[in-house]
């Protein structure tokens, strides 16, 4: 397996723009987590899904940010319009219910964002 | 309010010797804790999982200890080589399979 794959790497828009970041988790994963991790605050859970559907987005800043999950082998983060603070590095991770303990995370490359 | 914290500078020790690094948390009751290793411009990469009646974990050079009525995790890096400079974060669930990560310490080990 590939691994949970990002895109894009590195993106680099202006402020006011929308932005999309995508996702592709590992296959027969059942859990997908979007953090954002910054200096500042480290690494910030946003939202998670289970089996596609939404479990908690307590972490999404604003309404500005959403996240979908169409179906299981994909998921996107949009944030419109973006705005300086923004800019950060957004990780996508994956991982499987083992029974009473969830499997470790396996976490992508991340998407460096850079809003000017 | 809840809390996940780790001693945010960074730290130094020579090859060979024992590195300790701590986790401390508050407000959480967490079933497991897990640690993980981030390179620069990487993403977390997982290295253990220890349970709340776990008292000690190990894998190969690597030691993780859980004390639930002190709310501390402390991870060791036995005979630390410079490969081992990283830095490491701490997660536990925060309720339903919520990882939360504390700040991360930077380890440099120098040769």
């Known amino acids: 397996d590939a691994g949970v794959i990002q895109s894009p790497r590195h993106e680099v828009t202006e402020m006011g723009q929308e932005v999309t970041l995508r996702c592709k988790p590992i296959?027969?994963?059942?859990?997908l987590f979007w953090y954002r991790q910054t200096m500042m605050r480290g690494l910030e859970l946003l939202i998670y899904?289970?089996?596609?559907?939404?479990?908690?987005d307590s972490g999404m800043p604003e309404d500005r940010f959403s996240a979908k999950m169409p179906n299981a082998s994909f998921s996107t983060l949009k944030i419109q319009p973006s705005e300086p603070r923004d800019s950060a590095v957004y990780f996508c991770a994956s991982s499987f219910d083992g029974g009473l303990v969830l499997g470790e995370l396996f976490f992508g490359e991340g998407s460096r964002l850079t809003v000017l | 309010s809840q809390k996940i914290e780790q001693n945010s500078e960074a730290l130094n020790i020579q090859e060979g010797k024992t590195a300790t690094l701590t986790c401390n948390y508050t407000n959480y009751s967490p079933a497991y804790l897990q640690w993980y290793r981030q390179d620069p411009g990487r993403g977390p990469v997982f290295l253990l999982l220890i349970r709340e009646n776990e008292k000690e974990k190990r894998k190969e050079r690597l030691k993780v200890t859980f004390d639930t009525t002190l709310k501390q995790s402390l991870f060791h890096i036995t005979a630390s080589q410079p490969a081992d400079s990283a830095t490491y974060l701490c997660a536990l669930d925060g309720g339903t399979y919520k990882y939360i990560f504390g700040t991360g310490t930077r380890l440099k080990v120098l040769a």
């Open positions: 296959s027969g994963h059942d859990y």
């Open positions: 899904f289970n089996n596609n559907v939404p479990i908690d």
